[in-house]
């Protein structure tokens, strides 16, 4: 059972838009920043955004991030069929002193 | 460019050790806290060890705490994980992964991962 949790899976159609969310509880999401990983399949995880809402170099702006309270969301805008991965949430929990991630949501473009 | 090598996996006996190390190389090393990732057959990412920047703290999951001792070597740019008294559940892909504590805390690069299996 991870601490943070996000859906098992989504789904949409090329181009089209999609969500994840994240939600967490005060020690974690409630009190640092969020980041999100995509993993193709086969490879190693990679950071997609963190500090909430920042990209690192080269991730392109389809990609964007948000926090309110206890949940983040990451939001990903002109679906394509190269961006089927999971997604991870990671943060870090003060009362665990501890990182923390989500269980993780497929990803899959029709 | 930044490069993370993980080294050390294979097939250990419940009860057995392993020693993990990650040689790191395209940015100054001592200067970046460093962590372990691990991720079983199929399933999520888990967050295992982290260490400071000179290593003077050191944090772990409940799930290693007593079992899996973490250090590093700046003068070798090397990241280690000496796991003891493995479990069948510790069969997984170990990441290393550069720890940015800045603002956040976040892991802005992984190696390719190294398997370690646990099985008699």
């Known amino acids: 059972q991870s601490v943070l949790t996000q859906p098992p899976s989504v789904s949409a159609a090329p181009g089209q838009k999609v969500t994840i969310s994240c939600s967490g509880s005060s020690s974690n999401i409630g009190k640092h920043y969020v980041s999100w990983y995509q993993q193709l399949p086969g490879t190693a995880p990679k950071l997609l955004i963190y500090?909430?809402?920042e990209r690192p170099s080269g991730i392109p702006d389809r990609f964007s991030g948000s926090k309110s309270g206890t949940s983040a969301t990451l939001g990903i805008t002109g679906l394509q069929t190269g961006d089927e991965a999971d997604y991870y949430c990671g943060t870090w929990d003060s009362s665990l002193s501890a990182g923390v991630f989500g269980g993780g949501t497929k990803l899959t473009v029709l | 460019e930044v490069q993370l090598l993980e080294s050390g996996g294979g097939l250990v006996q419940p009860g057995g050790s392993l020693r993990l190390s990650c040689a790191a190389s395209g940015f100054t090393f001592g200067n970046y806290a460093m962590s372990w990732v691990r991720q079983a057959p199929g399933k999520g990412l888990e967050w295992v060890s982290a260490?400071?920047?000179?290593?003077?703290?050191?944090y772990y999951a409940a799930s290693v705490k007593g079992r899996f001792t973490i250090s590093r070597d700046n003068s070798k740019n090397t990241l280690y994980l000496q796991m003891n008294s493995l479990r069948a559940e510790d069969t997984a892909v170990y990441y290393c992964a550069k720890f940015t504590s800045i603002t956040g805390k976040y892991f802005d690069y992984w190696g390719q991962g190294t398997l370690v299996t646990v099985s008699s």
């Open positions: 260490i400071s920047d000179s290593g003077s703290n050191i």
């Open positions: 500090d909430n809402s």
